[in-house]
């Protein structure tokens, strides 16, 4: 994700990244993404985590919609 969005060439640019709000929102989408692929991730498979909630793995699933949304 990290290389993906990266603001200094991305393989996935999300706007024009010519102004500074553009090349924020670039980084913004990349540290989301990356915290994503660490957090919401198969960590049952490790046995380190105890089951969640319906209703947290739709809010989960909502995220990664959300930012599967906004892509070009």
């Known amino acids: 994700m990290g290389k993906v969005f ?4 991305p ?9 500074e709000n ?3 929102i670039q980084e913004g ?7 994503a692929m660490r957090g919401i991730r ?3 498979s490790h046995g380190d985590e ?3 909630s319906p209703e947290d793995c739709y809010e989960m699933l909502m995220f990664i919609n ?3 949304k906004q892509l070009p």
């Open 50 to 52: 105890n089951q969640r």
């Open 42 to 44: 198969n960590i049952f």
């Open 66 to 68: 959300w930012l599967f």
């Open 11 to 19: 393989l996935i640019a999300l706007n024009s990244l010519t102004s």
């Open 22 to 24: 553009e090349k924020g």
């Open 29 to 35: 989408y990349q540290l989301m993404a990356m915290g």
């Open 6 to 9: 990266n603001v200094a060439s």
